[in-house]
C-alpha cells in the first residue's frame, strides 16, 4: 500500500482538560499517513485520482483550530475519519502532538491507526 503524507501540520486551536487550556490557544502538532494506491494517480499524472495532501492538509487544520476537543486522542480521531473520507483512502496513520505540554519534554501526544473498514 503507498502513502501520502503530511509532516509537522503546525496549527493552534484550544485543546486540554484544565481550565487554562480551554481559554488558551496552545500549538498543537499533526502528522498523517494516508494508505492508498497509487497506480491510477501515477499512470493518469491527475491530481483527480490522487489523495491532495494540499486539501486534506486544510481540511484538518481547520477542524483542529475549531474542534475545541479535550483530549489528542478525540482530535486524532476525527483527523483519522477526514482522512478515510477522501478517495481511496483505506488506512490513516495520526499523530497528535503539545509541544511543550510536559515539563523537560519536547511534546507529548498520541499516535493512532484507523482503517476504512473500522
Same mark, same amino acid.
Given at each position: 500500500?503507498?502513502?501520502?503524507?503530511? @509532516? &509537522?501540520?503546525? +496549527?493552534?486551536?484550544?485543546?486540554?482538560?484544565?481550565?487554562?487550556?480551554? #481559554?488558551?490557544?496552545? &500549538?498543537?502538532?499533526?502528522?498523517?499517513? +494516508?494508505?492508498?494506491?497509487?497506480?491510477?494517480?501515477? #499512470?493518469?499524472?491527475?491530481?483527480? &485520482? /490522487?489523495?491532495?495532501?494540499?486539501?486534506?492538509?486544510? @481540511?484538518?487544520?481547520?477542524?483542529?483550530?475549531?474542534?475545541?476537543?479535550?483530549?489528542?486522542?478525540?482530535?486524532? !480521531? &476525527?483527523?483519522?475519519?477526514? /482522512?478515510?473520507? #477522501?478517495?481511496?483512502?483505506? @488506512?490513516?496513520?495520526?499523530? +497528535?502532538? @503539545?509541544?511543550?505540554?510536559? *515539563?523537560?519534554?519536547?511534546? +507529548?501526544?498520541?499516535?493512532?491507526? *484507523? !482503517?476504512?473498514? #473500522?
Amino acid at each position: 500500500m503507498d502513502k501520502t503524507f503530511i @509532516k &509537522d501540520l503546525h +496549527v493552534r486551536g484550544i485543546i486540554g482538560i484544565n481550565d487554562w487550556e480551554r #481559554e488558551q490557544i496552545q &500549538d498543537i502538532l499533526i502528522n498523517a499517513i +494516508v494508505f492508498s494506491d497509487t497506480r491510477r494517480a501515477a #499512470e493518469t499524472d491527475d491530481i483527480a &485520482d /490522487c489523495i491532495n495532501y494540499r486539501t486534506l492538509a486544510k @481540511k484538518m487544520q481547520a477542524h483542529a483550530e475549531a474542534a475545541a476537543r479535550l483530549t489528542v486522542e478525540a482530535l486524532a !480521531n &476525527d483527523l483519522a475519519k477526514l /482522512c478515510l473520507q #477522501e478517495k481511496g483512502a483505506q @488506512k490513516a496513520i495520526i499523530r +497528535v502532538e @503539545k509541544p511543550g505540554a510536559v *515539563r523537560f519534554s519536547y511534546s +507529548v501526544g498520541v499516535e493512532i491507526e *484507523r !482503517n476504512r473498514d #473500522e
